[in-house]
């Protein structure tokens, strides 16, 4: 009888353990029990196709297929010649425009000042004396001692030299007042054009060296020296250093276990045992099915996220399209 009851206690109290520790997970409780779980993915590394903002003709490549860059070397450059003489042309220019602007804000100098108000008396005289010509006429006519062709020639020199003492009077008021302020305006309209002729020019100019956008390695040298390029072909390709990411991806029921910024750990099967650090850095807001490309224990049919893991400070050993194996680190408990 002993025996039964020891047995029937025992029997309780397992079920009553079992109901104990099961009870956590009722109540939407995580235990601490939750095993690092892993991931699969590949290395995904930027390429750039680099290439000239402007054409002509290929005078030097400097870099081959494999070379390590670093970031602002020059790769190859351009005949320069015909920019070069455009940035002359275009500083003779501002040059030009420059002095037009500084001679209309100067206004006339003294002496054109003086020169005009000399030809404006010297018209007063021209029209004084031609005066003293028509009064003279007029005495005479009446008399008979002139013609009345000779009179009508009297009038029309005063009428002219009295015209021409007018003009010389507007002019003489009209480089006095200066410049015109529209006429300066244009002016320095018509420089800031040039001005920006010039900068587009230099531009165009240095466009002619062709440089490294970030550190990186050569994957292809497209052009040889003596090719002619226009701006859309590409020269070489560039697969940058960094940054180098992982692409991987993670099932709906175990979405809740990671979170951007979480530290993981991604190694290759080249060197398993030296794992890089990495940071989830990008979880994908929408499901998809799973990709062909994944590597992973669960069924195709089902919808994952997709992951980007920055790897801190990776190694030339990471190639791209390499697949990788992340482990993430045990989580505690978590209340949802």
């Known amino acids: 009888m002993k025996k039964i009851v020891v047995l029937i206690l025992l029997l309780v109290a397992t079920g009553g353990a079992a109901w104990w520790f099961g009870l956590p997970e009722k109540l939407g409780w995580q235990t601490a029990a939750k ?77 054109e000042i003086a020169q005009t108000r000399a030809s404006y ?6 029209l004084q004396n031609a005066g003293l010509e028509l009064e003279r006429a007029q005495q005479l006519r009446p008399r008979g001692t002139i013609s009345q062709a000779a009179y009508d020639q ?12 007018e003009a010389a009077r ?16 244009a002016a320095e309209a018509q420089l800031q054009a040039a001005q920006a002729t010039l900068e587009s020019a230099r531009t165009s100019l240095e466009d002619t060296e062709l440089r490294a956008p970030n550190d990186g390695i050569i994957l292809s040298r497209v052009r040889e020296t003596g090719a002619i390029v226009a701006p859309a072909d590409i020269v070489f390709v560039l697969s940058l250093t960094e940054p180098v990411w992982v692409r991987t991806y993670v099932s709906e029921p175990d979405l809740g276990r990671i979170h951007p910024g979480m530290k993981v750990k991604v190694s290759s099967d080249t060197r398993p045992d030296d794992a890089y650090d990495g940071t989830i850095g990008f979880i994908s807001p929408v499901a998809e099915f799973t990709p062909k490309t994944v590597e992973t224990p669960e069924l195709r049919t089902d919808l994952v996220y ?31």
């Open 170 to 185: 507007e002019a003489l008021k009209l480089i006095e007042e200066g410049s015109r302020l529209e006429d300066i305006a």
């Open 35 to 111: 095993k690092a779980f892993v991931l699969y993915g590949n290395v995904d590394i930027r390429q750039v196709s680099l290439g000239f903002r402007v054409n002509g003709r290929l005078s030097d490549v400097s870099a081959d297929e494999g070379d390590i860059i670093k970031s602002g070397a020059v790769l190859a450059k351009l005949d320069a010649r015909p920019y070069d003489y455009a940035v002359r042309s275009a500083d003779a220019n501002v040059a030009a425009r420059r002095a037009t602007l500084d001679k209309l804000k100067a206004g006339p100098r003294p002496t």
């Open 121 to 126: 008396n010297a018209s007063l005289a021209d």
């Open 306 to 336: 997709r992951l980007r893991i920055v790897i801190d400070k990776p190694g030339a050993d990471l190639r791209q399209g390499m697949p990788v194996t992340v482990r993430f680190a045990e989580t505690g408990a978590r209340r949802h």
């Open 154 to 165: 009297a009038v029309a020199v005063k009428a002219m030299a009295a015209a021409r003492a």
